[in-house]
């Protein structure tokens, strides 16, 4: 289990990457695709990582290959002036940035007092496009990862025969399910601008520092479609709101970022999520997968299958007319 994972000493910690002397316990702040706590020392203030075997993997078929394959992007971005953090060497790495203590990997950055901000709409843009830029790919067509969210008509229709509460909705969306998985289906051979990217570009991985916003959490590093991430990251980033993600999408495009090819489907990375997320939680609730950690107990899970059905049609009503007012 993932929880009985090791959980090192503050003294473990500061020893394997030259700290100096710790000041107290490690202060657990998250546990998400990784544990991550706060380590104060002699020398400063410190986030420490530690890895699940379960932490997203894009790039070959073990944590490592992610993780090297990450480093590698991550030093690329470092190198080019990319605003972020850099790295804290250990003291005896076993891959990159990463020391081994006990069975489990960790690594460890200067910590970061974040500070609220204002507007980051010309920031996020205009580093969205200097990280696309930094490694474009001569390739067509989508990554692997992309087509999690296609599955065959007849998948998506057996899935129509049960008794759950949610069994009535799921026969209304099914058109909308249907129609959508064709559009990702008939764009995955055809995406013209692959890039490597940061892969994670989210609220909770910008940090405003003293000097400015950061772009934090490398381990994602994956294979993208320039244009697609870029309308995918501007709508989280303005939950949803058409104005500012129009805003965001203005600023990417006016820093030299091409937004044009997609044309209605601009918005179909946010779809895809949308319907990825949908397809996991109906095998959990069917009993074809366990629950992965972020869904929630089995009551959970059921009322957020009801709540994404009831809303799927509208939301990507409101997808499609978005894309029609992102200009050129």
């Known amino acids: ?27 657990h702040v998250r546990r998400g695709d990784t544990d991550a706590w706060r380590l104060n020392t002699s020398t400063g203030s410190y986030f420490v990582k530690g890895y699940f075997p379960t932490t997203a993997q894009f790039n070959g078929e073990h944590l490592t290959d992610q993780l090297a394959a990450a480093m590698a992007f ?21 891959l990159g940035w990463l020391t081994r203590i006990e069975d489990r990997l960790f690594r460890v950055y200067p910590w970061i007092e974040h500070r609220s901000g204002g507007d980051v709409s010309t920031w996020l843009a205009r580093t969205m496009l ?10 067509v067509g989508l990554p692997q990862w992309w087509r999690q969210a296609i599955h065959p008509p007849a998948t998506w229709q057996g899935w129509s025969t049960n008794d759950r509460d949610w069994a009535e909705l799921y026969a209304d969306s099914l058109p909308h399910i249907l129609a959508v998985t064709e559009r990702i289906a008939d764009l995955c051979d055809h995406v013209p601008d692959l890039v490597t990217t940061h892969g994670d570009f989210k609220p909770h991985n910008l940090v405003i520092s003293a000097d400015g916003p950061v772009l934090v959490d490398w381990d994602s590093v994956r294979t993208d479609s320039a244009a697609l991430e870029a ?36 918005f179909l990375s946010v779809a895809r999520n949308h319907i990825q997320v949908l397809s996991e939680q109906i095998r959990v609730s069917l009993g074809e997968a366990a629950p992965a950690r972020w869904m929630g ?17 509208a939301k990507l009503a409101q997808l499609r007319e978005l894309a029609s007012s992102v200009g050129p």
């Open 1 to 27: 289990m993932e929880e009985s994972l090791y959980t090192p000493t503050p003294n473990e910690i500061a020893l394997a990457f030259d700290l100096g002397d710790p000041d107290g316990d490690l202060i």
């Open 74 to 94: 991550e030093r690329r971005a470092f190198d080019a002036g990319v605003d972020m953090p850099e790295p804290i060497m250990p003291t005896d790495p076993v």
């Open 130 to 139: 200097q990280v696309h830029q930094l490694q474009p790919l001569d390739e």
């Open 231 to 266: 309308a995918r990251v501007a709508y989280i980033f303005a939950a949803g709101n058409p104005q500012q993600t129009r805003e965001i999408l203005t600023a990417y495009a006016a820093a030299g970022g091409n937004l044009a090819w997609p044309g209605p489907d601009l």
């Open 297 to 313: 107990d089995a009551a959970t899970i059921e009322t957020n299958i009801s709540e994404n059905l009831r809303a799927l049609p």
